[in-house]
Structures are given as C-alpha cells and as structure tokens.
C-alpha cells in the first residue's frame, strides 16, 4: 500500500555524472572535448514506490542519465546555460512522472587564469 504523504518534496537525486563533450566559446574549448559533471534533481511523487517497493512504480535513474549523455554528446553549446536548458528539457521527457528537474552542469577544468576548481550553472525547468 503507498504511503501517504509524498508528493511535494520528494527527489530523485543523481550527481557527479561525469561526461566528456564540447562546451565553450573560447577556441581552445571548441577543438577538444572537455570533461563535465552533471547533477540532476528530479522532483516527483515517489510515494507509490516508497510504499510498493516495485521498480516500475519509480523512474528509471539509468534512463534519466542516459537522457543527460545523450544530450553533450549530441551537440557542442558554447554555453552552460544551453547545455543545461537542453538537460533539463530531455530530463523531463524520459517520464511523465517528472514533475520539474533541478540540472546542474559544471565544468572540471575551467579555462579562467585563476584556481577556479570549476565553474557552472544550475536550473529549474518544470513541467
């Protein structure tokens, strides 16, 4: 039986997927892919699955981060601001029970003259 009260809060929550793929403006950053790490925070009601334990009543983490590779591999933004929008659009088209996502997409080697461990974005899309 699913437990009451789920819904509003609840969160699927994927981080540290690492990707190699384009994203950039600068030349050196347009000739050679780059590593990325991408987090994902897919708000939807998990209580169905929280209470029935099946794996079909939740959606599929693989899938949802296949959808985020799918998308820097399958292009070459020059912005992270693009890169994420694009996640954050194919995120919610993997399920419909996605209600919005949470895309945070940063880059491992930042090409600034600074100790900048990374630099990134982080966006909201909802249904």
Do not use: F, N, W
């Not at 403006?25 to 347009?30: D, K």
């Not at 209600?99 to 940063?106: I, S």
């Amino acid at each position: 039986m699913p437990e009451a009260g789920g819904g509003p809060g609840d969160l699927i929550e994927l981080h540290g997927l690492e990707v190699v793929g384009i994203c950039g403006a600068l030349p050196e950053e347009r000739d050679r892919a780059q590593p990325l790490e991408i987090d994902l925070l897919v708000e939807a009601d998990l209580s169905v699955a929280g209470g029935t334990d099946v794996l079909a009543d939740t959606i599929d983490y693989g899938a949802l981060c296949d959808a985020a590779v799918a998308v820097v591999h399958g292009g070459a933004p020059q912005l992270l601001e693009h890169l994420a929008a694009q996640i954050a659009d194919a995120v919610l088209a993997v399920d419909e029970r996605a209600a919005a996502v949470t895309v945070a997409v940063r880059k491992l080697r930042p090409p600034v003259p600074h100790a900048l461990a990374t630099s990134g974005v982080r966006i909201r899309r909802v249904r």
